[in-house]
């Protein structure tokens, strides 16, 4: 499956690593029903999203999921860190940030480390 869980991380934190061609299943296998639980316990959601060199692109399907994830009470969202170094996509949620809720931030891949901890609560 192109998206994966990132294990071993701090409380409170899902991370996700995309690669190759992410599809809307992978959105409604993966991500969506670990952002639910979070939003169900009543914890923030802070979330670590990685777009690797492996990462190819979103189908137009999962395009559609990740606007779906807009039906997410704002006040749900704590932290989100974008991990990437396809400049082009960094800029893209870079210029539509203001669109997020939440605290949004873009690292570059080689600060994975720094976004995870920033994400947790600390500070990078």
Same mark, same amino acid.
């Given at each position: 499956?192109?998206?994966?869980?990132?294990?071993?991380?701090?409380?409170?934190?899902?991370?996700?690593?995309?690669?190759?061609?992410?599809?809307? +299943? $992978?959105? =409604?296998?993966?991500?969506? @029903?670990?952002? *639910?639980?979070?939003?169900? &316990?009543?914890?923030?959601?802070?979330? !670590?999203?990685?777009?690797?060199?492996?990462?190819?692109?979103?189908?137009?399907?999962?395009?559609? +999921? $990740?606007? =779906?994830?807009?039906?997410? @009470?704002?006040? *749900?969202?704590?932290?989100? &860190?974008?991990?990437?170094?396809?400049? !082009?996509?960094?800029?893209?949620?870079?210029?539509?940030?203001?669109?997020?809720?939440?605290?949004?931030?873009?690292? =570059?891949?080689?600060?994975?480390?720094?976004?995870?901890?920033?994400?947790?609560?600390?500070?990078?």
């Amino acid at each position: 499956m192109p998206l994966h869980s990132i294990s071993d991380l701090p409380a409170d934190t899902l991370g996700f690593r995309a690669t190759g061609l992410v599809s809307a +299943e $992978d959105y =409604r296998a993966v991500l969506d @029903p670990a952002i *639910a639980h979070a939003v169900d &316990a009543g914890r923030p959601v802070n979330l !670590v999203y990685v777009l690797g060199d492996d990462f190819d692109r979103y189908s137009l399907g999962a395009i559609w +999921e $990740d606007v =779906r994830l807009e039906a997410i @009470p704002h006040g *749900a969202w704590g932290r989100l &860190a974008l991990v990437t170094d396809h400049e !082009v996509l960094g800029e893209a949620v870079h210029l539509l940030s203001f669109m997020f809720p939440g605290q949004l931030r873009i690292f =570059r891949g080689r600060d994975e480390g720094a976004a995870i901890a920033w994400v947790s609560g600390g500070e990078a």
